[in-house]
């Protein structure tokens, strides 16, 4: 993909899933490569299946259409309300395919790229986020848990630097960013003119 940043190069080589469903199915005891404890077995096969039913009623839901999300669509405001605490509000595609983010639905109604293997989708934008140039949105096709946050139009270090000034936060990874609660700026693969600030699940 001409987009894709940096730690999803590592998510495709590793091929981890799209999803904490899928993960949830995978994470079987390591005793079952061995001799498994019947009960363990049994206890991780619930524990898999209950995590894959959960999922699967949360896209039910967003399936069946949640209300509309409140917000003035020409605000940048309304598109970036949350992002800071990897909380974005309607940053994935309503039943109707559309986002459920009030700015995305007029501003970028279609994503302009998709990535169906990590269950991702691309929509191009022009907005300033407290003096960052962001030209990609990056959410969610489904409900499922996937990398987020924003492209940006310039070096790492001048973003740095920006955010320093508006936030007096550099958003480095830390504890927060690996846990998923808070955004980290970061390179954007090997284009040294472009950054990202994204928010990772915990799987990732």
Partial sequence: MTHINSFLHVLRASRRPASLAVAASLLLPLAA???????????STV???????????????????????????????TLFEGLLDCDPKGWYLDAASQPANPYLARHAPEPCERDAEFGMAYFCVKADFHGLPVYRVVAHLGTAPTPIGVLIDL?????????????????????????????????QGDDTQKSQLMCSPDWA
């Fill in 155 to 187: 070096p790492l270090d001048q973003a740095r630097s920006r955010l320093r000034k508006a936030l007096g936060n550099e958003f480095r990874a830390g504890p927060g960013s690996e846990r998923g609660q808070k955004p980290a700026l970061g390179p």
């Fill in 47 to 77: 524990a898999s299946q209950a995590a894959i039913d959960a999922q699967a009623a949360a896209d039910a839901e967003a399936a069946r259409g949640a209300p509309a999300l409140a917000g003035d669509p020409d605000s940048t405001a």
């Fill in 33 to 43: 490569c061995g001799n498994p404890d019947p009960a363990q077995a049994g206890q």
